[in-house]
């Protein structure tokens, strides 16, 4: 029982010298600042909501000329002319 003790309190010191510093002492890279919801980011705003709208216009434009080009070859199959091939 003694030495079930002693190893139980072995492996504890282990563990307590073991852990890192306590977070209140450290020093952050990073500053935090807290949100100013009175003055929004208009700049990252206006960059969010443009590259939006920029990826959507080129999203339908390839749907379109892809549309375009299923109708093509879609008439090109039925066509059965042997003259002009």
Known sequence: MAAGLRAVRRWGSLL??????S???T???F??????NAQ???????LAFSTSATLWAIL????NEDVMEYERRKQERGHK????S
Do not use: D, E
């Open 16 to 21: 307590t010298v073991a852990t890192p510093p």
């Open 23 to 25: 977070l209140g002492f």
């Open 27 to 29: 020093r952050s890279a």
């Open 31 to 36: 500053i935090v600042k807290k949100a100013n």
């Open 40 to 46: 929004p980011n208009w700049l990252g705003v206006g």
């Open 60 to 63: 339908i434009k390839q749907h």
């Open 81 to 84: 002319c042997t003259g002009c």
